[in-house]
């Protein structure tokens, strides 16, 4: 008596044919609305299923389509080393709208060797650069990392002699491009002025430092830690006083002055934020838990605006454990501070006058702590995942 049931071969056979009937059948339309609806891990994965599948997820459309959902479910990027180790490690975890959430989870993203400062991120690429030191010159290394692809861009070295270099990373909205800004400072024993490059990030054509004409008007000794991406410039603060902005498109710089009453002494907190797509500089004392938000509301005529906050005790008082303060006017549309025992962050809202407080577990293993300790511990707010590969 026959075996009544279909040979291995046979069945191989329509498992084939009946998963090749099913490619072909399902409209594209439905397969890009079934994809959107998936994680960019997954998104990842499923390049392989087939030349169909890469070249929709690789497609400029879907790219933007999933960048743009993204913005509405940015991340908490945290970065940090251990005390015996110069790897960083590189975290994020959800920020959360939902005054619901106590405690989040955060997720490793990647390791990173032989690079010791984030220079900050822009859409999902993050920049780090590291300095190699060798008598008289200093090379400057500078990479581009995307956490979500693991893709690496290394940029060429930067000479620097012994100056200072400072690299930030931005977005050029209308050619569609991400650059790298680079400054030299100022050199004090040869009185040399400080000197700014560009160069675009990309894999497609050779990559180089461009200088920039200095049309800053004048010279400055740093960049002070924090700055912001706003619709196609680059902020950053040089000192108490003056804040230079890059025209990314343009690649032009110019100084924006801040109003006397903004100038802050050390034992103030000052950060730039992005309010409402426009530059906004908070101001905040330790001494009376006041906030005020400086908007700058004409960029050619240099108008601000202002406004002050009472902020909670608890968002206050955070210079004794306070790790590294960040500020965003996204979804929280206020202060975001962040604690290190326990590890968690404080977001206080401008518009709604609220704080919450949310745990961040997964980061702070008790083993791992003990046996190694922590080294410095930064972090970011609306930090967003990006499927593009540069």
Known sequence: MKDSQPSLSRRRRDLYHVGN???TTIPLDLIIEILSLLPAKSLL???SVSKLWFSTI??????????????????????????????????????????????????????ISDLDEICGSVNGFVCF?????????????????????????????????????DALIAYDTVEDQYKVFCVKMFDRK????????????????????????NTTGGSYKCVLLGHIFIDGALYYRIDQSRIVRFDVRAEKIEIIKTPKESHVSVAYDSALIDYNGKLGRLVGSCANNLVTLWVLEDVEKQEWSSMTHAVPYQCGSIHRDRVFV?????????????????FRVCYYDLNKKNIREVEIRGMEDGDLR?????????????????????
């Open 326 to 342: 960040v500020c965003e006017a996204g979804i929280h549309a206020g202060v975001t501070m962040m604690f290190r025992l326990p």
């Open 129 to 165: 650069r590291s300095v190699v030191s060798s008598k008289p010159v200093c090379n400057n290394k500078t990479t581009v990392y995307n956490p979500t692809t693991r893709q690496i861009m290394k940029l060429p070295d930067v000479t620097s002699g012994r100056r200072y270099v």
């Open 190 to 213: 040869t009185q040399q002025q400080q000197e700014h490059f560009v160069c675009t990030v990309s894999s497609s054509q050779k990559q180089e430092w461009r200088k920039i004409e």
């Open 58 to 111: 690789r497609s400029k459309t879907f790219v933007d389509s999933f960048l743009t959902r993204s913005k509405n479910r940015p991340r908490l990027l945290f970065t940090f080393y251990l005390k015996n180790s110069w790897e960083k490690f590189l975290f994020s975890a959800p920020e959360y709208d939902d005054d619901k959430s106590s405690s989040v989870l955060a997720r490793y993203d990647m390791t």
């Open 21 to 23: 009937c099913t490619t």
């Open 45 to 47: 994965q499923f390049q």
């Open 370 to 390: 003990r046996v190694h300790g922590f080294g410095v511990l930064t972090g970011y707010t609306g930090h967003i995942e990006n499927i593009s590969f540069l």
